[in-house]
């Protein structure tokens, strides 16, 4: 069984800086690519950044781009967020997702989820 462990969420002023991180683990799976998604109360979940494992290819949503930056390390499996000049509308539940290859077939699993408040 996959298992993604988070960490790095918190309570942070308007303007002030979060790093995130989310480590794969549990079995015998090669990376496709790892995500970060974000719930906010009354709201959909949503892509905030996907990052390939090879390249990378990036992506962001509109209302991160320039202020976050995923990346990731290949040998640990582990997935980073850095989040600047955060705005009280980041506060959400983070959660990371992985897509992975086993024999042949791709699977996606979450994280538990980190919650990060934007507040002051």
């Known amino acids: 069984q996959v298992q993604l462990v988070e960490s790095g969420g918190g309570l942070v002023q308007p303007g002030g800086s979060l790093k995130l991180s989310c480590a794969a683990s549990?079995?015998?799976?090669?990376?496709?690519?790892m995500a970060w998604f974000r719930q906010a109360p009354g709201k959909d979940r949503e892509l905030v950044a996907f990052i390939g494992w090879s390249g990378p290819y990036t992506t962001y949503g509109d209302s991160v781009k320039g202020r976050f930056t995923i990346s990731r390390d290949n040998a640990k499996n582990t997935v980073y967020l850095q989040m600047n000049s955060l705005k009280p509308e980041d506060t959400a539940v983070y959660y990371c997702?992985?897509?992975?290859?086993?024999?042949?077939?791709?699977?996606?699993?979450w994280g538990q989820g980190t919650q990060v408040t934007v507040s002051s």
């Open positions: 997702n992985v897509l992975i290859s086993r024999s042949g077939v791709q699977f996606g699993y």
């Open positions: 549990g079995g015998s799976f090669s990376v496709y690519g």
